[in-house]
């Protein structure tokens, strides 16, 4: 699938709900969508294009929290990224883990270093984090004080 395809299938798809497209050059496009609707937007990006989530990343913003599903199309030698932005007040999202495995760890990490809470994923232990290290002390948060030990 070329990379006009790809972005065109997904604007075809979901149209409106895209709230930007970025097109940063031939081989990386930022698309922004509602919390509400990466986990739709994600499984039709895997189930339907084949691409393969290569990482997802979230940075702790000012105005909340930003988060980005980075997925590879190898032929293509291009990455779609799915941006979105939780805030601060309500750091949850649905996890797209139960339809792609390659989410369930990351996910996790991004539980343990930045507190979201990721709705429905099948095993949100800790991953990263002792097991007796204080619930809501995130170390990668913008307001985290490292306490004395």
Not at 5 to 17: C, E, P, V
Not at 132 to 149: A, C, I, S, T, V
């Amino acid at each position: 699938m070329s990379e006009e395809k790809a972005l065109s299938s997904i604007q075809n798809k979901f149209g409106s709900t895209l709230a930007n497209v970025f097109q940063k050059n031939k081989r990386r496009v930022y698309i922004t969508v509602d919390k509400k609707d990466v986990p739709a937007v994600c499984r039709f990006m895997f189930e339907n294009l084949g691409g393969r989530l290569a990482i997802a990343t979230a940075i702790d913003t000012r105005s909340g929290m930003e988060i980005l599903y980075h997925f590879v199309f190898p032929k293509e030698y291009q990455v779609i990224t799915v941006k979105t932005k939780v805030k601060k007040s309500s750091m949850e999202i649905e996890s797209i883990a139960p339809f792609l495995d390659a989410a369930n760890w990351i996910e996790r990490e991004m539980h343990d270093i930045l507190g979201l809470n990721f709705t429905n994923h099948p095993d949100m232990r800790r991953i990263l984090m002792a097991d007796d290290w204080p619930e809501g002390d995130y170390p990668l948060r913008r307001d985290f004080k490292e306490r004395p030990r």
